[in-house]
């Protein structure tokens, strides 16, 4: 008993096992919504009017569909990088009419049209226009506008869009040859783009419409219209029949990892993936500097270096053969044996004691005193004055006397 139950088990856990591995995801479906990518969901034209709200030439808006971060999210090759967006100005123009179209293009003959996106005026005279985008009916379906009324306001673009000119803009950039301000980016979940985009324009100024006020009046064609990519990896709204097939046969495969990316080789080379060659049409028109100020929120872009509007081709490649000349034979320099050299260490001059110079006094030589007799001294006689000797009484007693005058 206690057997069949242990069996009974490990039936039951099998069997749960076998369920969860069959209701996961397959490792190259893209994830999203609904595990599957659309390219209507990764391309909101709503967000566009903000964008033609801020550009002052067609180029300006070329440059801002195709910022990191921002509005595109489209791949529609499955390479797993997002797809670089072009703008053609209408070379067909009516005279209340302009209009510009967005597409990708991969090659020479390989284009696909996004959208369309027209002026009108009801006068020629009034400083803007009404702006109506109309999606491509194979990506978004049919009858696919977003819209807006800007007949009393003046836009830039609009503004330079009914300038007269002799020249109308054609992008001279497409998949693999970029402008030199551009960097390759990774498709992220759509549940990741959207979230972006309310953080970009939480508030878009177009709004969708089944019934455009004046579509019936548009009279003007866009240059790619009806040109559509048969090799397409993301579901579309309305597929073509070949379409259709291709993405059948073809799964969309598993995107490159970010990890995958820094393992490549190539990328300290700036890796780009593909390289169509062909030569674009037409020549770009002097591109304006960009503005940076937003007026419907988003975080500030960086202004753009000048993007060069000449493509020059590069000449090509010449294969100059190798020679390997005999390399010399290394010759071992000796270095000179060292001399060393006697420190010239000057002695001091010994110093010569100088006598000392005392003259020696000359020997006291003692005189003897001489003494010579003294004079015997003479015995003057006393004179008195006034007495007379008196010879008289010289020699005897009383024989003086006081003698008379004669």
């Known amino acids: 008993m206690g057997v069949f139950r242990l069996l009974a088990t490990i039936f039951v856990i099998g069997l749960f096992l076998t369920a969860c591995s069959s209701n996961q995801q397959q490792p190259g479906a893209t994830a ?23 550009s002052d030439s067609p180029e300006e808006f070329e440059g801002y569909l195709n910022e990191d971060d921002g509005i595109n999210n489209l791949d529609l090759n499955g390479d797993g990088y997002v797809d670089y967006i072009s703008v053609d100005e209408f070379e067909d123009r009516g005279e209340y009419e302009r209009g510009l179209s967005l597409y990708c293009r991969y090659g020479p003959d390989d284009i696909q049209e996004l959208a369309q996106i ?42 330079f869009l009914f300038n007269p000119r002799e020249q109308y ?34 508030q878009p100024v177009f709004v969708f419409t089944t019934a455009p006020t004046f579509v019936n009046k548009v009279k003007i064609k866009s240059p790619y219209r009806g040109r559509q990519l048969d090799r397409v990896y993301a579901r ?11 993405i059948r046969s073809n799964p969309r495969g598993a995107r490159v990892g970010k990890g995958e990316r820094e393992a490549r080789p190539d990328d300290s080379r700036g890796y780009k993936p593909g390289r169509p060659e062909f030569a674009p049409e037409g020549q770009p028109q002097p591109k304006e500097a960009r503005r940076v100020e937003h007026d419907r929120g988003g975080p500030p872009k960086a202004v753009p270096a000048e ?51 005392n003259p020696i006094r000359p020997a006291r030589v003692e005189m003897s005193r001489v003494n010579s007799p003294k004079a015997a001294r003479v015995e003057q006689p006393r004179m008195n004055p006034g007495k007379s000797a008196n010879p008289g009484n010289a020699g005897g007693k009383g024989g003086g006397g006081k003698g008379k005058k004669p």
Do not use: C
Not at 33 to 38: F, I, K, Q, R, T
Not at 172 to 200: G, K
């Open 32 to 54: 999203g919504l609904s595990g599957e990518y659309w390219a209507k969901d990764n391309l909101d034209l709503q967000r566009v009017g903000d964008l033609l709200e801020r």
């Open 118 to 159: 027209v002026f009108y005026r009801d006068d020629f005279n009034y400083p803007g226009a009404r702006v109506l985008v109309t999606g491509n009916e194979h990506i978004y379906g049919d009858d696919y506008y977003v819209e807006t009324n800007w007949m009393d306001r003046t836009v830039d673009l609009i503004t």
């Open 169 to 202: 803009y054609r992008s001279p950039y497409y998949y693999d040859n970029y402008p030199a301000d551009y960097a390759v980016y990774e498709v992220v979940e759509t549940p990741v783009y959207r979230t972006r985009l309310v953080r970009i324009d939480p």
């Open 236 to 246: 579309l709204a309305k597929p073509t029949k070949e379409q259709n097939e291709f």
């Open 307 to 357: 993007r060069p509007n000449v493509d020059v081709q590069k000449p090509a490649k010449v294969e100059r053969p190798k020679v390997d000349s005999p390399r010399p034979a290394k010759v071992e320099r000796q270095k000179p044996a060292r001399v060393e050299q006697p420190r010239m260490n000057p002695s001091k001059p010994v110093r010569l004691e100088q006598p000392r110079m």
